[in-house]
């Protein structure tokens, strides 16, 4: 991305992207608007909505802000900002897919959008299909007259398979549907995702934008195809995203490259190392060389963030708790992206075509900024614990 027609790297882009500090008096940062009612110079305006802002639903200053910064890092005709992860996934479903459509949803997909899905959809008149993530341009076999969009997500949640997403787009856009994807593992600076066929990327800026597990946001992001969609379905949804927690994630985004570089760091480091402990069966991380969709991987991402899982050498839930109980470091928490490592339970009992098989529970891991040798020590703990439960 060119910066004052210079070429510029990612660290330099997010720490002066989304505003001219010169519109703001010189502030570095922009201001953090609370806004609601918005007035208009006469009635001719106001009946025209002949100005930039109308109401605080739609867009202030601190939402343009962070927009105009994750629209240069997708490349995107536009960006909403939503109140949470989940609701940038619902908000696009909600937008693009009517009574009597087909969907087609990646059966390894974050289980609250499986949620959304088999009961709000379904109960509109939707018909939810899942499909296998190695299925690439297989896809176009699944896919129906009546197929409106397909649904992806890859890495998978939790068990970390590839998928093969232009192939995919090149089936579904034969065919007339239009692909989202949850990006919200790699994050735009480690996968584009409009660059390889996707019609709209989402995330949940929760994660690795925000950073500090203490703000809640989604980001939505369309091609110039699907933006003014996107955009009269967030305006009639009217599912905006507050002030406070929009300038928290735009500050966050100024970090996220040296957070991002410090997780993949200390989270390849430490997958190496649990492939050579006793008591681990498998480690599910797509960007190490033993994973099978590892060339998948290094073919379309620049990098990987700090999330992956590991498979226990056999038992159950017995020896998955006794991991868990025994960790001192790794908190046992949902989320993932902050500073903090987590740890929690994998469970697959909603799979209909992907559910393994494994040789062990499965135990997601997101490795934070904490020391690796720390980190290490506290997993060694886990792994004693489990083989003695």
């Known amino acids: 991305m060119a910066k004052n027609g210079i ?3 990612i660290n330099t882009r997010l720490a002066h992207s989304g505003n001219n500090p010169h519109d703001y008096f010189g502030f570095v940062n922009p201001p953090v608007v609370h806004a609601s009612t ?13 100005q930039k802002y109308t109401y605080g639903t739609r867009a202030t200053p601190t939402t ?12 995107s005709a536009g960006t ?37 899905a088999d009961t709000m959809l379904r109960r509109m008149g939707v018909e939810v299909e899942y499909y296998h993530p190695h299925v690439g ?30 192939a995919i787009a090149k089936a579904a856009h034969a065919a007339g549907a239009i692909v989202m994807m949850d990006n919200t593992w790699a994050t735009p600076l480690y996968f584009r995702p409009l660059d390889h066929g ?35 379905t967030f305006f009639t949804l009217g599912c905006c995203a507050g002030p406070d927690d929009v300038y928290q994630v735009l500050r966050g985004l100024r970090t996220m490259g040296v957070r991002l ?6 989270a390849l480091a430490i997958a190496g190392w649990l492939e050579s402990q006793p008591g681990v069966a498998r480690v599910l991380h797509p960007a190490l060389p033993s994973h099978p969709d590892h060339q998948l991987w290094k073919r379309d991402f620049s990098g990987a963030s700090g999330v992956f899982s590991i498979v226990l050498a056999g038992g159950g ?14 908190g046992l928490g949902y989320s993932w992206g902050g500073y903090e490592s987590l740890a929690v339970p994998v469970w697959l009992g909603d799979r209909v075509v992907a559910k393994g098989p494994y040789d062990g529970p499965l135990i997601r891991l997101q490795i934070g900024l904490e020391d690796i040798e720390d980190l290490k020590a506290d997993l060694a703990h886990g792994l004693t614990a489990a083989a003695a439960a």
């Open 261 to 266: 570089e410090h997780h993949q760091r200390s």
């Open 80 to 116: 909403i900002l939503v109140p949470s992860g989940l609701a940038a996934v619902t908000v696009p479903l909600l937008g693009f897919v009517s009574a009597g459509d087909h969907i087609l949803i990646v059966d390894s997909v974050y289980h609250p959008t499986r949620n959304f």
């Open 7 to 9: 070429e510029v790297g």
């Open 64 to 75: 343009d802000a962070l927009a105009q910064a994750i629209d240069g890092l997708e490349g």
């Open 137 to 166: 341009a297989g896809i176009a076999a699944l896919i129906k007259p009546n197929t409106k969009v397909v649904f992806t997500e890859s890495p998978a949640s939790n068990t970390f398979e590839m998928q093969d997403i232009p």
């Open 317 to 330: 839930q017995a020896q998955q708790h006794a991991f868990l109980d025994a960790l001192k470091i790794f």
């Open 198 to 232: 996707v019609d709209i990327s989402i995330h949940a800026a929760t994660k690795y934008p925000a950073g500090h597990s203490d703000v809640l946001l989604g980001t939505v992001s369309a091609n110039a195809a699907c933006w003014e969609q996107l955009r009269e």
């Open 38 to 50: 918005v007035l208009f110079a006469n009635a001719a305006t106001m009946a025209a909505r002949n």
